[in-house]
């Protein structure tokens, strides 16, 4: 919490420890207060009904994620008797508290912004989720009749009794917790996993042809829930039974799985291992619905060894995430306006992709850019009589992969490839060991990065044989090789075959592949080797520039702010009058319009249509204005345990385009911008009187798509 007293002492002219905990913000709170945003855009309603519905699914799948990495982390801590504060001065069990009050506000807002507007604004659009007492007596016979053809064979009951333990209960799984009553009066607990290798939400048109028919002529979309149609179904399961109650419920378990790098004589088979185990972590939070009986509550409690503290009554649907299938409904116009990437001129006058690079460098900015040239590079190169070699760093590469596919090709066709697969990159671990082995099975090179270090860097190299010797053409970017997220993430793409560049990327992969202990490059900025250094340097540069001349300026964009070092170097910058901007969509741990501190800092966030992920770091340098883009994030874990990388910007007008095109614009944003204030809080950057309003995402979309998004927003 912002303690006013230190502000009070610093307008006093008492000296100013930069370390004081009151100068920062909780990681894990100021992640709420992201979260918190993303449930903003399901709020606002101006924003189309499904996005909004999509929205509410994103906020859900964010906790989940959060509870299982975060929270995680918090109770291994608690459980190792871990008593180190974060930096701003709290202890786990402090931070703990904080995390469930605020969570609970945020996920209580959900729920009754799903009842109150999302469910009635569903059912004038003719999309309706139906429970049983909506239902006729023929739709709950046909039901009946669906439920023994399509989902009673896949169900399996499970007592619990001194001769069968509780069960286990998987991570993210929903189940029925049942009380039924024998003939002998005597009550037993059962549960009932709701399986998931069937739709969470049942289309009633599907049930039978009769349904199919008067749905359609109806011009109606109905579901149910497919655990409402078991809950009224279980005594198929418990016959001569009486069912008492029953009440659906959900865990969440630690899935942060540790490698011990030095003990793992096969990486690759110790993380196929470890995704194994992911469904036996430690449970850390119990979803319950809100009717739950105390009596069910309590047996769930002492059996899974949980405190009231890890329970989450939620009045709605739990995961809810699961009704992302009627954002996938072909309702157009209740979504966003269509908008499809566009090929930069270059790449249409011109097929030859590699001497297009040759002439200049190109920058291409997704998602208004269409990722096509970089698969188009790859598959290009695969087929090239004239291309030796192609290296490149996989991190998320996604399913179906055109850029793998295209790598593949190229080894088949003879060519030398060697691929850097992250197997470590969290969440997509099972997809990358899929692709790894698929690309060791044609003879690629594949090494699973450095000990110690996720390789996150974005890097393309591919070596031609030309007229006049070896040339190097090379692909940097901010964001993962994956043709599905650069449709919705903000990314940039580099290509060039500049040769201080090249041969640095060629000592890049050196580093990752071999024995190489590269320590200095040309041009790149490489963590952990030199990022940290570098960045303190250069904010150190622009305070003694502005000392001399003034009009010191640094903007960043970037994902999150964590790290201590470099909030106190931005506070330093800003103590000698430095201006900073920072655009930082989700993690902010620095406090921006503090006296005497970080008055001279402001700190936007845009949460829109894209998920921002570029990251940007400009340095005015007294007009010789330098630029780095890059796949770091100003993070301890980004500077000192991933291999990151950092390139500049060397090209006059893609500089100009970046800092007057782009940046300006993200910091004239009027209506997906938030600004953050000193107690951590945000609140809408609001257009004043008669002026324009600037959704930054949607001013840069291709002019001819920018009408028809206006419109809808």
Not at 59 to 88: C, H, K, T, W
Not at 221 to 234: A, G, M, R, T, V
Not at 238 to 266: G, H, K, N, W
Not at 466 to 476: A, F, S, T
Request: net charge neutral; hydrophobic share 40%; with cysteine.
């Amino acid at each position: 919490m912002y303690n006013a007293k230190a502000e009070f002492m610093i307008k006093k002219g008492s000296e100013i420890n930069l370390k004081d905990p009151s100068l920062y913000i909780n990681r894990e709170i100021s992640w709420l207060e992201f979260n918190r945003r993303v449930l903003e855009e399901a709020l606002d309603k101006t924003t189309p009904l499904l996005e909004r519905l999509k929205f509410l699914c994103i906020f859900s799948s964010n906790l989940d994620e959060f509870f299982m990495i975060r929270v995680a982390g918090i109770y291994d801590q608690i459980a190792a008797r871990v008593f180190e504060v974060s930096p701003d001065g709290k202890l786990p069990e402090e931070q703990l508290v904080e995390i469930h009050k605020l969570s609970r506000c945020l996920v209580e807002e959900q729920m009754r912004c799903f009842r109150e507007e999302i469910l009635p604004e569903l059912q004038r659009e003719k999309i309706h989720i139906m429970t049983y007492k909506d239902l006729s007596e023929e739709m709950v016979e046909d039901l009946r009749k669906y439920y023994y053809k399509e989902i009673f064979p896949v169900l399996t009951p499970l007592a619990f009794d001194p001769g069968h333990p509780f069960p286990y209960i998987s991570n993210l799984s929903l189940n029925l917790a049942v009380i039924i009553k024998s003939p002998e009066e005597e009550e037993h607990f059962a549960r009932v996993k709701i399986p998931n290798v069937l739709p969470r939400l049942i289309r009633m048109d599907s049930i039978n042809e009769k349904c199919k028919i008067e749905f359609q002529k109806e011009g109606i979309i109905k579901y149910i829930f497919l655990d409402e149609i078991i809950s009224n179904n279980l005594n198929s399961l418990f016959p001569e039974m009486e069912i008492i109650e029953s009440y659906l419920f959900r865990v969440t378990r630690d899935t942060d799985v540790e490698i011990q790098e030095d003990e793992a004589s096969d990486l690759l088979q110790t993380i196929e291992e470890g995704l194994r185990q992911l469904r036996f972590g430690s449970i850390i939070r119990l979803e319950v619905e809100s009717r739950m009986s105390k009596k069910v509550k309590d047996t769930l409690l002492e059996n899974m060894e949980l405190s009231e503290d890890e329970v989450y009554e939620i009045n709605g649907p739990l995961g809810l995430q699961d009704l992302m299938i009627i954002y996938n409904l072909p309702f157009h116009h209740l979504k966003d306006s269509s908008f499809h990437p566009q090929i930069p001129q270059v790449f249409e006058e011109n097929d030859d992709i590699f001497s297009i690079i040759r002439k200049k460098d190109i920058l291409l900015h997704h998602p208004y850019d269409s990722f096509n040239p970089v698969v188009d590079f790859i598959r290009k190169a695969a087929h090239d009589p004239n291309v030796l070699t192609i290296k490149q760093t996989l991190y998320r590469v996604g399913k179906n992969s055109p850029i793998v596919q295209a790598l593949i090709e190229a080894a088949e066709n003879g060519k030398q490839v060697a691929v850097l697969v992250e197997l470590k990159a969290r969440f997509d671990e099972e997809n990358n060991i899929i692709w790894a082995k698929a690309l060791e099975r044609v003879g690629v090179h594949v090494v699973y990065g450095l000990m110690g270090l996720k390789t996150h860097a974005k890097a393309t190299l591919i070596v031609r044989k030309e007229n006049d010797g070896l040339r190097r053409y090379v692909h940097l970017g901010t964001g993962n090789y994956n043709a599905i997220t650069t449709k919705i993430y903000t990314d940039f793409g580099l290509f060039t075959c500049r040769e201080d560049i090249g041969a640095d990327v060629s000592d890049l992969f050196n580093f990752l592949t071999g024995y190489s202990r590269q320590k200095k490059y040309r041009k790149l900025v490489v963590a952990p080797t030199n990022m940290r250094k570098f960045l303190l340097e250069k904010i150190e540069r622009e305070i003694e520039v502005h000392r001399k001349y003034g009009n010191g300026l640094l903007i960043f964009k970037m994902n999150a702010l964590v790290d201590p070092e470099m909030i106190q170097a931005l506070y330093r910058a800003s103590q000698a009058g430095v201006r900073i901007k920072l655009i930082v969509r989700g993690i902010c741990c620095l406090r921006p319009g503090i006296t005497g501190v970080s008055d001279n800092i402001t700190v936007i966030s845009i949460v829109g249509r894209f998920l921002e992920h570029s990251r940007i770091y400009y340095f005015r340098n007294v007009g010789d204005e330098e630029v780095y883009l890059g796949s770091a994030d100003l993070m301890q874990r980004n500077l000192d345990r991933r291999v990151e990388l950092l390139f500049p910007i060397e090209d006059t007008s893609i500089k100009d385009h970046i800092i007057h095109d782009i940046l300006e614009l993200y910091l004239k944003d009027n209506v997906k911008a938030r600004i953050m204030n000193k107690d951590g809080k945000y609140s809408y950057v609001r257009p004043e009187e008669k002026s324009k309003r600037i959704n930054s995402q949607i001013a840069l979309l291709p002019r001819k798509f920018q009408k028809a998004a206006k419109t809808i927003k």
